[in-house]
């Protein structure tokens, strides 16, 4: 089968397209998927450039969503059938979804929304786990809370606008000018270009000094310290970015604030969650761009450059 593999831990050169063996049912719970399409996340080209050298042996074939199709099952596996439509996570640590075919335990599997197309399906496995961990296992956002939701037009900031806008939220989130009417039809109530606007300034007026119940960080940079001059008494701050600096948190304990550190959740249990908000039309994943496959190298270098020429909006999608 055709896979992209990392011999060598690097930049966007070291993805190759290779030929290597299509992987083969030896459990009886396992399922082998044929893989229609995949996406990148920053999970990926932190693997690639060696984060996670610790945890895999090279090679490696990276990636972290697939769309696809039941190809084969084991023979204990009752509820999956060849033909049937899924998309899931694969675990982190083993083989990824940058190839053909991916061999999984059938426990990882979810139905795939029968209103997505394969591309968009692809967009949400990694990311809806983590959103719905970020928003309802720990920050329990309720209707009536205020959230700020700081880059809001990433992958996980597209998906959270929607989410937190199902439950009841009313939503702040940033992002540049040229995007503020897409994001505000994802739900956003207020958009704040954080280019040319102090998010804190901005905070503090719009909910006139009270601040917002919940903050959700998917850019990281001094946003710990920050986040409790725009919080609310008692808000909770979620994070999903590594911590690159000491931080000072002293504001924090003068809200009473509560702290979350996430790191990207791969339950099926909480994608079942997404997957009825998709169905019922509340959530509709965010397409930025599609690759083939054989483009991945243009991929990565999409979500990782730093001065696009066209701003970044959703997930980027590889279709094999």
């Known amino acids: 089968m055709k896979a992209i593999l990392i ?3 690097g930049g966007p050169d070291v993805l190759q397209l290779t030929e290597v063996n299509t992987p083969y049912i030896t459990d009886p719970s396992q399922v082998l998927v044929k893989v229609r399409a995949t996406s990148v996340n920053p999970l990926d080209y932190q693997v690639r450039r060696g984060d996670y050298a610790s945890t895999f042996d090279l090679p490696i074939i990276t990636g972290h969503d697939i769309s696809g199709e039941v190809i084969a099952v084991g023979e204990t596996v009752k509820k999956w059938r060849p033909g049937d439509k899924v998309y899931y996570s694969p675990r982190f640590g083993g083989q990824g979804s940058y190839a ?35 928003l309802v296992a720990r920050a329990n956002l309720k209707k009536g809370d ?15 606008i929607q989410i937190a ?19 505000q039809h994802l739900g956003a109530d207020v958009v704040i270009d954080h280019h040319r606007k102090n998010i804190i300034e901005e905070i503090q007026a719009h909910t006139k000094g009270k601040g917002v119940d919940v903050i959700i960080d998917t850019v990281g ?14 808000g909770r701050v979620v994070t999903l970015v590594d911590i690159a600096q000491p931080q000072n948190l002293i504001h924090a304990w003068e809200k009473n604030a509560t702290y979350h550190f996430v790191f990207t959740r791969q339950s099926r249990d909480e994608l079942h969650h997404i997957t009825k908000l998709i169905e019922t039309g509340h959530v509709k994943p965010v397409i ?33």
């Open 7 to 9: 011999n060598n831990y």
């Open 221 to 234: 940079g001094s946003t710990l310290s920050d986040s409790p001059l725009a919080l609310a008494n008692y």
């Open 100 to 134: 053909e075919y991916h061999l999984t335990d059938e426990t990882s599997l979810s139905k795939m929304p029968s209103n997505l197309s394969f591309e968009e399906a692809a967009a949400v496995p990694l990311i809806g786990g983590t959103v719905w961990e970020m």
């Open 288 to 320: 930025d761009s599609v690759y083939p496959i054989e483009e991945v190298k243009n991929a990565h270098q999409r979500i990782e450059d730093a001065k696009r020429e066209r701003p970044l909006l959703g997930k980027i999608v590889l279709a094999l």
């Open 146 to 160: 205020t959230i700020l939701i700081l880059g809001g037009a990433g992958g996980v900031g597209t998906l959270a």
């Open 165 to 183: 806008k199902s439950l009841g939220a009313f939503v702040y989130t940033t992002g540049q000018s040229l995007l503020h009417e897409q994001l």
